[in-house]
């Protein structure tokens, strides 16, 4: 299976660092944060990282250009629907995963890969 958009759940450092892997890749990437702040926030992050990888000779403007158009941020977990890898980094709560969980399934096609992003000790 050839994994072309990655929906990512979570805006903090670690779903921007995903976001940014994944449009690097050559994904399309939807991220979901659970605010418009948050969400611009995130992309105002990437924008910066972006920018000072050009200035460091690390990538080109061009290349830079085509990774921050390959990511979008929204609020709505419905936008995920067409993603073929879904990536959860959210609050490390045993019942917000398991919450979050059950909604991603219920939205996702069948044939998508739902993962988590699991950094420390999970709190049951």
Known sequence: MAINKVGVIGSGIMGSGIAEVAATAGCTVILRSRSE??????????????AKQVERGKKT????????????????????ADAD??????????????ALFAEVDGIVQPTA???????SRLNS
Request: charged content about 30%; proline content about 0%.
């Open 37 to 50: 702040a948050s969400a611009e926030g995130m992309l105002k992050g990437l924008e910066k990282s972006l």
């Open 61 to 80: 403007q061009d290349e830079a250009d085509a990774i921050r158009a390959r990511v979008s941020a929204t609020t709505a977990l419905a936008a995920l």
């Open 85 to 98: 890898l879904t990536i959860e980094s959210v609050v490390e709560d045993l019942a917000v995963k398991k």
């Open 113 to 119: 890969i739902i993962a988590d992003r699991k950094s």
